[in-house]
């Protein structure tokens, strides 16, 4: 049985105009990361980018989604690194994120009506989170341009590659994951 504390806090966390009272310190954070997502995005020009910006407009009107970007560039703050030798990561992440929201909706039982699947059909929305996919690989690359050293950009390619797995095998037994904030 959930408490009321426990209720009223999955409510705030289900509606984002509650949340956003208690995730504003982020929200700075979050509008940096959103908007190189979204940069990313729109440089594609390819057929999957419609389904990729539907997904980001579902995703970025819940304040309670996209965090884990945000919450990569506190981190590299606090630990002395700049937003811009972060944002490849926080990029990363956020793609990630999106992949993980375009795939939970594809299951019948979401009650999403404006989702990838209804409006594109299941081929075109696995198709989304595929470049999801691979656009956070390419984006995790630009780490390279930050003077990562090649083993330490190949030991946070593997963490983020296992994170991936991760929020793989959780969608498909149907269960929640945290592999995000872990990454």
């Known amino acids: 049985r959930s408490t009321p504390a426990a209720t009223s806090a999955a409510s705030r ?94 299951s019948d039982t979401t009650g999403d009506l404006d989702g990838l699947k209804r409006v594109w059909g299941l081929p075109r929305a696995l198709n989304a989170g595929d470049a999801f996919y691979a656009l956070a690989q390419r984006s995790l690359l630009d780490l390279k341009a930050q003077a990562l050293d090649p083993v330490t950009l190949a030991a946070v390619a593997a963490r983020f590659d296992a994170a991936c797995r991760d929020v793989s095998e959780s969608l498909f037994l149907g269960r929640p994951t945290n592999a995000l904030v872990s990454a």
């Not at 954070?29 to 579902?58: D, K, W």
């Not at 981190?75 to 795939?103: C, H, Y």
């Open 13 to 106: 966390r289900s509606n984002g105009t509650r949340m956003s009272s208690e995730t504003a310190v982020l929200d700075p954070y979050r509008a940096v990361a959103l908007e190189a997502v979204r940069g990313r995005i729109e440089n594609l020009g390819f057929t999957h980018s419609e389904p990729m910006r539907q997904q980001l407009r579902l995703s970025e009107a819940d304040a309670g989604r996209l965090l884990a970007p945000a919450i990569c560039l506190v981190v590299a703050e606090t630990l002395g690194a700049t937003r811009e030798q972060a944002l490849p990561a926080a990029v990363a992440i956020g793609l990630l994120e999106l992949m993980q929201d375009s795939f939970r909706g594809l």
